[in-house]
């Protein structure tokens, strides 16, 4: 939620546990931007689950586009993504539905709204299925930044108004809560 501080104490106790976290953990590590770190894990995973389908499929693709965002090749990341799409909604670790997320979010930093747009709309059709998901807010913060890209001021205010609805009883302290915050007042 755009803790840096905490995801990498997280990362610490994970990797320490022993327990096989790499998917998750080089994924935290490939959006906090640490490339070799994500990198070297996604290349032990793919030799250790060379069989496995979801990790040769949907994980990794999904590791490898967050590492392309990281070293600033957006559309290298919609590519791996495009690829993993015949998996479906895909399942990375514990969560589902990560393909269309993390589709919309590499629209999102390739600067592509509209495209954005329709992947995080795609969650939110789906809401049912992601009523205790944190994706569920995340997707209506991506619609949000995605009609801001489109220069659709009066959807972006709405979509920003329903996350803040969705999200009034959180801390006011997260950091993506902040940043949402006052990506919304740039829009007053």
């Known amino acids: 939620m755009g803790n840096a501080q905490l995801a990498r104490r997280n990362l610490a106790e994970a990797i320490s546990s022993g327990e096989n976290v790499d998917d998750p953990v080089a994924l935290t590590f490939a959006v906090l931007g640490d490339v070799a770190k994500a990198q070297n894990l996604a290349d032990a995973l793919n030799k250790r689950r060379p069989l496995d389908t979801n990790i040769q499929r949907v994980e990794l693709p999904v590791i490898r586009a967050q590492i392309e965002i990281a070293r600033g090749r957006p559309l290298r990341a919609i590519e791996i993504l495009r690829a993993a799409a ?103």
């Open 86 to 188: 015949p998996f479906g909604l895909g399942t990375c670790r514990a969560s589902d539905w990560c393909l269309p997320y993390w589709t919309g979010e590499a629209y999102l930093h390739a600067a592509q709204g509209a495209a954005a747009a329709e992947q995080f709309q795609y969650l939110l059709n789906h809401r049912s299925a992601l009523i205790y998901s944190y994706r569920l807010p995340l997707a209506q913060l991506g619609l949000a930044r995605s009609y801001v890209l489109t220069g659709d001021t009066a959807k972006a205010r709405t979509a920003y108004q329903d996350f803040f609805a969705l999200w009034k009883d959180a801390d006011p302290d997260i950091p993506i809560l902040k940043q949402a915050q006052a990506e919304y007042a740039k829009l007053q």
